[in-house]
C-alpha cells in the first residue's frame, strides 16, 4: 500500500498469494479480510517455491469459506511439470517451444478437476484463473451444472495466439512463454465456446511482462529458464472486442459483463464498480467502435520492449476513460493525476 500511495491514478485491491499455512497463517487470513482483501490466490504449480500440496489448499479453502473469501486457483500439475521439464532438459531439447510441450492441457484439466473436488469437499467457493486448456473449462462447466460456486477467467492471449507461435524463428517463441502456455486451435475453440455460454465468467490479463532483451533472454539456451509472463493490460478490451463481439462470438453486453461488472461482483465491489447507476463511481469508458488500431510496442504504453500481438490490426479502441468523475485517458492521451486512486476494501462474500 505504501508502494501504491500517492502514484496510482486509479483505484486498487490487492489478492494475497499463500505459499504456506501454518495456525497464524490462517489467523492472518481472516485479518486479510477484516482489512478488506478477501481474495486469496494458491498454486497447484511451481514446487518449492508457490506450490501447495492438496492438503494445504484444503486448508486455505475451509478457513476462505468461513470468513467469506474467494479463493483463486493456478490449477497446473507441477509434479508432472517438473518430471516433463527435467526430462527435456536431460534430451537437449531446449528452445521455447518446450516451455508449452512440458506444460500439456492434460494436466491444466487434470489440477482444474482436482481442486473443483477440493474446493466442493470443503464447502468453498473457487475461482480458477486464466483458463487455457479446452478440458479445464469443461471441467469447471460441468461443476457448475452439478451446482457449485465454481467461477472461471480466461485471458486475451488464449482467445487470439495458438501455440504456433511458438515456431516463430530463432528465440522469438520466448515472447509467448508464460503458464499456462499457449494452446491448440481446438483448445482455443473450447474457450470461447465455454466464455460465450457462460461457462467461464471474467476475461482477465494475466499482466505480467518481461522484456524480451534483458529479461527473457536469460532462457536463450534453456526454456526453463525464461520468465514466465507476458504484457497484456492495454491491449485487453480492444483484442475482446475485435474477436469477440466483432466476430459474432460475444454480444456487446457479454463484453461489458465479462470485462466489468462480473469482476465487480465477484471480487467484492458490486455496485460500487461494474454498473453505471445512481451511487455506483463514475468510472466509464467511451468506446469507439469503428476505430482502426495497429498495435505495436512502440506505440502502447506497457513498458516493454515488443508486443506478442505485434502488426496487428483490431478494430475499437477506448476514446475517453473517466475515473471518479474525472477525464484520464483522452485520444490515447493519460491526462490523468497520479495518487488520484485510492486503495478500495472490498466486502467479502455472503
Known sequence: ?????????????????????????????????????????????????????????????????????????????????????????????????????????????????????????????????HVSAGGAASAIADARGRGHQVYGETCPQYLCLTAGAYDEPGFDGAKYVMSPPLRSAHDQARVWNALASGALQVVATDHCPFLLHGQKDRGRQDFSLIPNGAPGIETRLMLLHDEGVRRGRLTINQFVDVTATQPARLFGLYPRKGTIAPGSDADLVVWDAAREVTLRADTLHMRVDYSPYEGRTVVGRPDIVIAGGEVIVEGGRFVGRPGAGRFLPREPRG
Not at 511439470?81 to 527435467?86: E, K, Y
Not at 508449452?100 to 482436482?114: D, G, I, K, Y
Open 1 to 129: 500500500m505504501r508502494r501504491a500511495e500517492g502514484k496510482a491514478v486509479i483505484d486498487y485491491g490487492f489478492h494475497m498469494i499463500v505459499v504456506e499455512v501454518t495456525d497464524a497463517v490462517e489467523r492472518e487470513l481472516g485479518e486479510l479480510v477484516a482489512s478488506g482483501v478477501p481474495s486469496f490466490k494458491v498454486f497447484m504449480a511451481y514446487p518449492g517455491r508457490l506450490q501447495l500440496d492438496d492438503g494445504a489448499i484444503v486448508r486455505v479453502l475451509r478457513r476462505a469459506g468461513r470468513i467469506g473469501a474467494l479463493t483463486c486457483l493456478h490449477a497446473e500439475n507441477g509434479a508432472g511439470i517438473d518430471w516433463l521439464v527435467r526430462e527435456a532438459r536431460a534430451a537437449g531439447r531446449l528452445a521455447p517451444k518446450y516451455h508449452a510441450l512440458t506444460r500439456p492441457a492434460a494436466l491444466e484439466a487434470e489440477a482444474t478437476s482436482r481442486g473443483i473436488a477440493l474446493a466442493a469437499f470443503a464447502g468453498a467457493p473457487l475461482y480458477v484463473v
